[in-house]
């Protein structure tokens, strides 16, 4: 009986896996971008209303057993409209082609040099729409590069939009930031202020590095690498999403964007909104800021598309404006959170000197898109900004003694007003203005604007020939910046003395809203020609490009010279470049591939008039930089790596300080910067995914520096001035880092992710002009090594008939303290280091619906 019944049993079983193996189909394919042809590594592929489904490798490839009498199955990625794909039985899709869910998109691409990083020869990361949307949470923008290679950020000051971001060491001015391709580093002195573009978040599709080199064709003079931003283009579906989000310390946001979709007339409308308020992590930094977006496109016909574009951030913050030392930070009750420049006005906080900005740089942008043949395209921008705003400063005879911190030593000034809280104590000030009935304020809040016109066109024409495709262009520019300070509060005084301005009545009465201290304009002309060749064979691909460029400055100063004397001469530059690359595919899964340039740039503004007046520097130098690197890439269906291998020269760095009553004209620094970055990806599943990054780099200064030595005044020669500075580290960024990344879907669209992130290597700041032969030689002083961990979910469901998701996130979860930045001491060790802390633990939480 008993081996009758295993008999049956037996039987049973092989009929079940008769039947489970009939009831199988096999569905392949390989799912590609419809306008490039290029792989789309994870790719969803699901049966519609279920759970059963895969992703594609990163070859763009899948497999799928989907059960017998199954009638459809639906391919979707993040930034293309959803395809459903009826089924016969087995069956080999072969190229399955996406179409991209906004207008207009692959024709900016172009003009923007976005690539894929499977075929350009240069170190590059890409950042996805979602990727922003899941981690940064409360986060600075910049943060969400911080697990890339060589990248790191820091939040400065502590104000909202305040983020800093170096690649392989280099900082904003020295790192090309474009939004749709159009550069918006300020002409002259390279900085980018991310607190201008704070409302980028709610608009980026894609953010991309490009370290090194990068794939840019304009003559941009960026040494550490290139951010290339992709805002959001007019959507291809009609739609919307509304989204809200609670944060630590008072954080809130809310959201709305509306779409009309491409309608059949060729129209289509994108509109967007936003607002971002709180109180700040850091004790006295509250903020609000509001961001829109504006996209209409119009479809004239298939060659020719148009594009306006127009998006804005205007915002107001506190900030911190002095570091301290670790001591004075542990002696005060608030410790790390402490913030010793704002205070108490009539009832509200109130930020002091360096405390406080407010700036509104809205960018427009119309684009035409001729797509002249299938092989010819034609992109051109016409684009303007203008910027107003500017940070608070505080002024008058005894503005730095009553409301001043001393910035070398983080020390109260004797004769410092405070109130019994600490605070910076204004009401007390504008009582003592009070009683100066006669002299006026002897301390005012004043602001240092910097308002700017921008305007400009860039052009380019592509074509593509037997594999190798031309591209060449114009890139104009114009720039007017308006520099000033002018009055914004007395303090109670009835008025305000300032004799800065030579054309006005000595001893005038000056009001609310009255320039003083300085008042200049800072003109660009940019004209910018650029070519490159691509080619791209089988296993083979490589470009070479070129461009050539002329930069002029103008500086006219209305304080310090009489009318018909207050323009200087334009002066002329002509700064070029070159680079080229190669990469070498041995088969499907390794290849390797190899650059290198030269850039030739322009001095800064402040480096070509000297000692802020229109005193022409004969001296200053082209900087030059000269960089190189090999990488190896490969890449499985389901694993892929990276490693590369850089070195960048910086040579005649310019440098002009002022040391009391004389000026130090440093022109000879030379920078090298060297390293290793190495990142990987693994997918084995839909539901997991785990990546990789370490980089090590050494970056140090090459030699000591002689320097010439001049009277502030009189502009006299007094002699030579050494920079001790021959293998001193560059401070400010880690120099190390590291991080491990997994995401894990625990439940059916239940998505956890965890973040471990290390710095090391991490070297203060340090001023070149205090490192004389009478100073203590040495490095600077390198911070503590610190690992932090940050958390996330994302919740997928729908909602009467509508998608919606809750996310959270959870910043330096075990609350680690560590300093983020430092300005090196007299003796290079932590007890004379002027530190800003990073943020303790914070979280932030949403839910957004689609409509």
Do not use: C
Request: aromatic content about 12%; hydrophobic content about 35%; glycine content about 12%.
């Amino acid at each position: 009986m008993k081996k009758a019944m295993r008999s049956i049993l037996s039987m049973a079983a092989l009929m079940m896996l008769s039947v489970a193996a009939i009831a199988q189909t096999t569905v392949k394919g390989v799912v590609v971008d419809g306008s490039t042809n290029e792989t789309l590594p994870g790719a969803s592929v699901v049966i519609p209303g279920t759970a059963t489904g895969t992703v594609t490798g990163f070859d763009g490839a899948f497999v799928l057993e989907v059960p017998n009498g199954t009638k459809t199955i639906l391919v979707s990625f993040v930034g293309f409209l959803d395809k459903e794909l009826t089924l016969n039985g087995t069956q080999d899709f072969g190229t399955i082609k996406l179409e991209s869910d906004a207008v207009g998109l692959n024709e900016v691409s172009v003009m923007a040099s976005i690539v894929t990083d499977r075929q350009t020869p240069v170190a590059v990361s890409t950042i996805s729409a979602e990727l922003i949307e899941n981690k940064l949470g409360a986060q600075e923008y910049p943060e969400i590069l911080k697990t890339t290679p060589s990248i790191f950020t820091s939040k400065e000051g502590g104000g909202f939009g305040d983020a800093t971001v170096y690649v392989r060491g280099f900082d904003s001015n020295n790192v090309g930031v474009l939004i749709n391709g159009i550069p918006v580093n300020d002409m002259e002195n390279g900085k980018v202020y991310w607190s201008n573009w704070a409302g980028l978040s709610d608009v980026s599709r894609t953010m991309q590095v490009q370290r090194g080199l990068g794939a840019s064709k304009l003559g941009l003079s960026s040494v550490g690498g290139t951010i290339n931003i992709l805002t959001k283009s007019t959507d291809a579906e009609k739609g919307g999403v509304v989204k809200t989000g609670v944060g630590n310390a008072g954080y809130r946001k809310q959201l709305f964007s509306v779409s009309t979709g491409l309608m059949d007339n060729g129209w289509a409308v994108t509109l967007l909104g936003s607002h971002t308020y709180g109180n700040g992590y850091v004790r006295g930094t509250d903020f609000d800021a509001w961001s829109y977006y504006a996209n209409v496109s119009k479809k004239i016909n298939e060659k020719h598309t148009m594009s306006f574009m127009i998006t804005g951030a205007p915002q107001w913050h506190n900030q911190r404006g002095n570091k301290h030392t670790i001591q004075q930070y542990r002696e005060n009750k608030h410790e790390e959170k402490y913030n010793s420049d704002y205070g108490i006005r009539e009832g509200k906080i109130y930020g002091g000197g360096y405390g406080y900005n407010y700036y509104h740089k809205p960018q427009a942008q119309l684009n035409h898109y001729w797509n002249i043949n299938d092989e010819t395209l034609l992109t051109t921008s016409l684009y303007g900004s203008i910027g107003s705003g500017g940070g608070r400063r505080i002024s008058g005879a005894m503005g730095s003694k009553w409301l001043g911190v001393n910035n070398k030593t983080g020390e109260d000034d004797p004769e410092i007003m405070r109130t019994g809280d600490g605070l910076l104590d204004f009401d007390g000030v504008a009582e003592r203005n009070a009683t100066y009935t006669a002299e006026g304020s002897q301390a005012i809040v004043g602001n240092s604007v910097n308002n700017h016109s921008w305007y400009g066109l860039l052009s380019s024409l592509s074509t593509t020939k037997d594999q190798i495709t031309y591209t060449g262009g114009l890139d104009l520019r114009y720039y007017k910046g308006e520099h000033y300070r002018e009055v914004e509060d007395l303090l109670g005084g009835a008025f305000f003395l300032d004799n800065s301005d030579m054309n006005r009545e000595e001893d005038e009465w000056l009001k609310k809203g009255d320039k003083y201290s300085y008042y200049n304009d800072g003109k660009v002309l940019y004209t910018g020609l650029f070519g490159q060749a691509e080619y791209a064979g089988d296993n083979v691909t490589g470009f070479v490009s070129a461009a050539f460029s002329r930069k002029s400055y103008k500086r006219v100063d209305y304080f310090q010279y009489k009318p018909g004397n207050q323009e200087t001469d334009w002066q002329h530059f002509f700064p070029w470049n070159v680079k080229a690359g190669v990469s070498y595919k041995f088969n499907s899964i390794h290849s390797v591939f190899g650059n290198a340039g030269y850039v030739q740039r322009t001095p800064y503004f402040s480096n070509v008039f000297l000692n802020y007046k229109n005193d022409i520097n004969e001296d200053v130098k082209y900087e030059k930089i000269i960089t190189s690197e090999i990488g190896y890439k490969y890449d499985a269906p389901n694993f892929n790596a990276k490693v590369t291998l850089y070195r960048t020269q910086w040579k005649d760095r310019g440098l002009v300080q002022s040391l009391g009553q004389e000026k130090v004209n440093l022109s000879g620094l030379n920078q090298l910067h060297q390293g290793i970055e190495f990142e990987a990806e693994y997918k084995p599943s839909k539901k997991l995914s785990v990546n990789l990054m370490f980089s090590l780099g050494d970056w140090t200064y090459e030699d000591d520096v002689y320097a010439a030595k001049y009277d502030e005044d009189t502009n006299e020669l007094l002699g030579e001035f050494s920079a001790l500075i021959k293998d001193v580290h560059v401070g400010n960024s880690a120099q190390m880092t590291g991080s491990a990344s997994i995401s894990y879907e625990v439940l059916p669209k239940l998505r956890l992710s965890a973040d471990y992130l290390y710095y090391g290597k991490h070297y203060a700041d340090f001023d070149a002009s205090k490192r004389g032969a009478d100073s203590v030689l040495g490095d600077a002083w390198e911070m503590p090594d610190v690992g932090l961990v940050d958390l996330g979910f994302n919740y997928r469901f729908d909602i009467a008939g509508l998608k919606a998701s809750v996310y959270g996130n959870m910043n330096n979860v075990f609350d680690t303290e560590y300093i983020s930045k430092a300005q090196d001491g007299t003796n290079h060790i932590s007890n004379d280091a002027l530190v800003y802390y990073g943020f303790g633990r914070t979280w932030s939480a949403g839910l957004k619906v689609k409509f």
